[in-house]
């Protein structure tokens, strides 16, 4: 199974390896519904299969996580899986909300000290459009171990784009921004533009420049914002240099530069 998940087989055969594996009823069958998951939760998020193809495998891939969580000695690790795949699956049924959130609910009960777990529902929560439940969960999970950077990332992130500016201070005074991991680092960035801070978006795409000086990317975003903020020359010559590393963008940044004037 995990090897036909891993190709690029059409949906059908994937599952079809998968029910191969379940039907055997061993000890494998734990890990069989793992990879299931694993690949579950790809695929979802993926634009390799149609909807109609994703909704299927979500909807096996629950049943299976249902037998796997529903014994009484329950493992967390288990119920993490299924309440992720149910949070991904949101879109093709919304009755699996109810059921997502009773999951997490006693994941947490379970074990309370274990920060995934509140990232995981932190993102059940965005996702049914509830963020300041979100930030609530992320607070208590940076609580939990300050020292873990990407806690505070994640709390800042959703903070911005929830525009709550009474959570960033805090956040910003025990974290420095050239100590982030570069990927924490994008996702605050992302956020900031989401929530149009383009003070923020400024200063954490400058360190992410100052980073990847070889990223077109950065680069590029970096002299829009920049052009924002009237750094004119500044901004040309982010522009210049991703165009450098990358021809591709040249309509764009030829237009970019002609908007910008002199």
Do not use: C
């Not at 995934?116 to 932190?122: G, H, M, P, R, V």
């Not at 992302?190 to 980073?211: D, H």
């Amino acid at each position: 199974a995990l090897t036909a998940s891993g190709s690029q087989r059409p949906i059908d055969e994937i599952t079809a390896a998968f029910q191969k594996a379940l039907s055997y009823n061993s000890f494998g069958t734990s890990e069989t519904r793992e990879q299931m998951s694993s690949f579950a939760r790809g695929a979802l998020e993926g634009d390799r299969f149609s909807e109609e193809e994703k909704k299927r495998f979500a909807k096996l891939t629950v049943e299976e996580l249902r037998k796997e969580t529903g014994h009484k000695a329950k493992d967390v690790k288990h119920l993490l899986f299924l309440a992720s795949v149910l949070t991904r699956a949101l879109k093709f049924d919304s009755a699996y909300a109810a059921e997502a959130e009773n999951v997490l609910k006693e994941a947490l009960r379970l074990s309370p000290g274990k920060q995934i777990i509140y990232f995981e529902a932190a993102q059940f929560y965005l996702s049914t459009n509830n963020p300041n439940k979100a930030i609530e969960l992320l607070q208590q999970a940076w609580d939990l171990d300050r020292s873990y950077a990407g806690a505070a990332a994640n709390l800042w992130a959703i903070a911005t784009l929830a525009k709550r500016q009474d959570i960033i201070p805090e956040v910003r005074k025990e974290v420095r921004i050239d100590l982030l991991e570069e990927s924490f680092l994008y996702r605050i960035a992302v956020a900031s533009q989401g929530a149009e801070n383009f003070p923020q978006a400024l200063e954490i795409y400058s360190e992410l420049v100052k980073r990847s000086p070889q990223n077109s990317n950065y680069l590029a975003t970096h002299a829009a914002l920049l052009a924002l903020f009237g750094r004119k020359e500044e901004a040309r010559a982010s522009a210049e240099a991703a165009l450098r590393l990358d021809p591709s963008l040249e309509g764009e940044v030829r237009e970019f530069l002609r908007r910008l004037g002199r």
